[in-house]
């Protein structure tokens, strides 16, 4: 149903977690998938599991939160694979703390990665995208966009990417861009372990408190969210846009 034969992905922050996952499932439904991340040599692992699996891939370093940076990625992914159609823009980092605690810093480096990597990374794309009048575009949100003590950042920055993502569904629509986002809720990564372990929780004790309060009565995998953003990048949700799909279980 989600084939994507001939169709060409951009990835960021693929080299683990959801964006790895995402990878990993564009290239199994046929897309050749640039896999981006901040260092070249930490997208092997993925772009080897894409073609081991008999997929097409490349591994690009980028710093999605520099101009220069962004132009040189989607430039090389299109001289590789001669277009771009779908671009998955999950690139992110946390720098939690409370608000009488966060620095400067702390707010600038969520702000840069998530809303100004995402602002970049879409602007460069849309112009493959337009001249070809097609494009996929998902932006990952997240449920702490609805708040979420001691991520007045992360927050912020993830209800950012809700507003910007209906905007760009009404500005790119005339041209066949289809422009959603998906917010996940708890997702077991390294990312959400590290999280916990920094505030002093075991991380299985942590999935335990979790899966008490989700009415599936288990924490998502990456692979949860990697299949919404395949059908969310298919052929099959053309006439979905401007859309923010909760993922977490339905709490």
Known sequence: MT???????MVTG?????GAATAIRLAADGAAVAVIDLREESCQ?????????????IGIGCDVSQTESVKAAV???????????????NAGLTRDNLLFKMTDEDWDAVMSVHL???????????????????GKIVNLSSTSALGNRGQANYAAAKAGLQGFTKTLAIELGPFNINVNAVAPGFI??????????RIGLDPEENIRRAVEVIPMRRV???SDIANVISFLTSDESSYVTGQVLYVNGGR
């Open 220 to 222: 998502g995998v990456p």
């Open 116 to 134: 100004r990597g995402s602002f970049l990374c879409s602007r460069e794309a849309q112009k493959q995208m337009v001249q070809n009048r097609y």
């Open 45 to 57: 692992e993925t772009v080897e599991a894409i073609r081991a699996a008999g997929g097409q891939a």
């Open 188 to 197: 077991d990564t390294d990312m959400t372990r590290q999280t916990a372990a």
């Open 14 to 18: 693929s080299a683990r977690g959801i």
């Open 3 to 9: 084939r994507k034969d001939g169709r060409v992905a």
């Open 75 to 89: 430039e090389q992914v299109v001289n590789v694979f001669g277009s771009l159609d779908i671009l998955v823009n």
